[in-house]
């Protein structure tokens, strides 16, 4: 009798978890996912080849692996705060010593079964571990010195190891990820007023100190035409192909930029350029509103959670989230310096697909359990 009873309820609890499932948010990264597809099907000249394979096998595994995390209750989560943070660590030192050398960069460690891009996973467990580190914290020490200087020394510590590889670009999102939390969290907004006023000021000694390709890029931002067939040749190709979209655009497998290799490095960063060449601006709108609908659940998810944890995480993995695709498509558009920074999900790339799917899975389990209490 008792066997039976618990058997009722682990089946009752089953499908309940299954019933708190946000499906409006698991439509949208499926629709982003067959959109992302599609378009990586484009890339490959519309053949399956290479990129539409590898694509489409990452897709299946990591949507399969976020409704997995989904199932896992959030208080996992909160428990592996810290000890996540500390294993990604350990792999951005692993892979300063011994990772795989790519385009002058040493940004992969070879884990036999994928060339894991640690600095990918950072972007997610920086926010974790400092979501654990606010979650039982007064208020009255948020704003404490100790408080500002052990969270910077959170953040600054990867910025660090991934600068080294060198990756300066996804630096920056890491820290862009970890100032989120500070925000949520409450703490002051003068400090950030105050360092953002720091950062202007001293931009020009930052400068100084950029390696010659990071100091050509910025030049080349300022002003594309001034090496059109060298530095300057991707951003006027990526701006000549959006722009060559018009409203409805040119049609599905039928951008010439793209067919005819204007555009290199369209199935990664600049995926962007050839789907709105393709779908042209109703089609770009779309995706934006696609996107849209996503951060506003997982904001929603946030709001509606107990855990002081999940919300800071559901609320600062949005904010991130908004931040990365504003950053890629202002890139691809000119608007600011390339940085290599993936659309999420759109984008081809194994680590950054399975960082963003964590998040993801972190957040819908926040959503089952939403009425989970983390003391």
């Not at 991934?162 to 925000?183: C, F, K, M, N």
Request: with cysteine; hydrophobic share 50%.
């Amino acid at each position: 009798m008792y066997q039976h009873t618990r058997l009722t309820t682990n089946r009752f609890g089953f499908f309940q978890k299954f019933k708190n499932f946000d499906y409006i948010l698991l439509f949208c990264i499926l629709l982003l996912g067959f959109i992302s597809l599609t378009t990586m099907y484009s890339t490959d000249g519309g053949e399956v080849l290479f990129h539409t394979k590898s694509h489409f096998t990452k897709l299946i595994v990591f949507t399969i692996m976020m409704v997995i995390i989904s199932f896992i209750n959030i208080k996992y989560w909160f428990a592996v705060g810290y000890l996540s943070y500390i294993a990604v660590i350990g792999l951005l030192i692993a892979t300063y010593l011994f990772g795989i050398t790519s385009s002058g960069s040493q940004r992969w460690i070879n884990l036999y079964f994928i060339n894991l891009q640690p600095s990918e996973l950072m972007k997610i467990f920086i926010i974790l571990c400092l979501a654990k580190y606010f979650h039982r914290m007064k208020i009255e020490n948020v704003n404490s010195v100790y408080t500002i200087l052990t969270s910077l020394i959170i953040i600054i510590l990867p910025m660090g190891l991934v600068i080294v590889q060198p990756d300066l670009g996804t630096s920056v999102l890491i820290g862009i990820s970890g100032i989120a939390v500070l925000w949520f969290a409450g703490i002051n907004h003068k400090y950030f007023i105050y360092t953002m006023l720091g950062f202007v000021i001293s931009l020009p000694f930052i400068i100084a100190f950029l390696k010659p390709y990071q100091k050509l890029r910025v030049l080349t931002f300022l002003n594309p035409d001034r090496d059109p067939l060298g530095a300057g040749y991707q951003i006027i190709q990526s701006k000549i192909a959006v722009g060559s979209g018009g409203i409805f655009g040119k049609g599905f497998l039928k951008g010439t930029q793209s067919y005819l290799e204007f555009l290199p490095e369209k199935h990664t960063d600049f995926i962007f350029t050839l789907f709105s060449e393709e779908f042209g601006f109703f089609g770009s709108a779309f995706l934006l509103i696609i996107y849209a609908i996503t951060i506003y659940r997982v904001i929603v998810i946030g709001a509606s959670s107990r855990s002081y944890f999940a919300k800071i995480f559901c609320y600062s993995f949005g904010a991130a989230i908004f931040v990365f695709i504003t950053i890629n498509m202002s890139m691809v558009l000119g608007l600011l310096p390339i940085v290599g920074s993936p659309l999420p999900i759109m984008s081809y790339g194994g680590s950054s697909m399975l960082a963003t799917m964590i998040g993801f899975g972190i957040v819908m389990s926040a959503r089952v359990h939403n009425q989970q209490m983390i003391a």
